[in-house]
Nanobody, 131 residues
Framework: QVHLEESGGGSVQAGGSLTISCAAVGATFSPTYSPNCMAWFRQAPGKEREGVTAIYVIGGNTHYADSVKGRFTISQNILKKEVYLEMTFLKPEDTAMYYC????????????????????WGQGTQVTVSS
């Protein structure tokens, strides 16, 4: 079974940067890819879960929510089976529990936070942005 282990959360002042990581333990990324789509979601207490970004492991195709375009960057290390989320120009509204997710999709275009059925979820890592 795949286990997603997240790390790197913390507190940062508005305008600052923070990078969080997700290790896909048990996943197969080479020579085959299972799962093949990784994503980051976030959720503030009492609020609806929001998709942030997704990456298609085969080729590295990415998708971003409009709210984070130009500020957040998702990347991966196939050999290490890790996915990262680099966050810059952070705002107080970015404060949330950030979750790593993984699933399987047929095409790169289907690897989005809205179109992919994610089978695995991490425990979450807290990101707090102070004003």
């Amino acid at each position: 079974q795949v286990h997603l282990e997240e790390s790197g959360g913390g507190s940062v002042q508005a305008g600052g940067s923070l990078t969080i990581s997700c290790a896909a333990v048990g996943a197969t990324f080479s020579p085959t890819y299972s799962p093949n789509c990784m994503a980051w979601f976030r959720q503030a207490p009492g609020k609806e879960r929001e998709g942030v970004t997704a990456i298609y492991v085969i080729g590295g195709n990415t998708h971003y929510a409009d709210s984070v375009k130009g500020r957040f960057t998702i990347s991966q290390n196939i050999l290490k089976k890790e996915v990262y989320l680099e966050m810059t120009f952070l705002k107080p509204e970015d404060t949330a529990m950030y979750y790593c997710a993984a699933g399987t999709t047929r095409f790169p275009s289907e690897c989005t936070v809205g179109a992919t059925d994610f089978d695995y979820w991490g425990q979450g890592t807290q990101v707090t942005v102070s004003s």
